[in-house]
């Protein structure tokens, strides 16, 4: 799920579908499962990656202030034994930066944060071999 950019981010060049295809590649490119709507609702997880990008123009001097933020959310039990929506992982970013590299900062931001998250998921998926017959 990518948000929706403020009006401020047209002033940069910066674009949802270019966050998208920059995550949604990184993604593909370690072959990681992008669920469809449906897809998700049918998995018992039901995980999503959520990212979120606020941008703020300073109109003097020509600076942008920008946050990211790239989550994963997926179903949890509780100590309980119930069933909800979490948080399991997060990274967050608050920068400043001239209006004409804004966006190719937040470009590298979130391709960084992705590749955390590949390396993530990929450890916690990592199949282990059986144990051996006497192990």
Known sequence: IVERLHADAAVIGLERETIDATVRGRLQKAGIPMLSGDERMADERRPYLYVNCNIMDVKNPALVAFSIDIEVHQRVTLAGGEKAQGLTWAKSYLGIQRADLAAKQI??????????????????????????AGD
């Open 107 to 132: 470009e590298h931001v979130l391709a960084g944060y992705t590749e955390e998250f590949v390396a993530a998921y990929q450890k916690a998926n990592e199949t282990r071999p059986a144990p051996k």
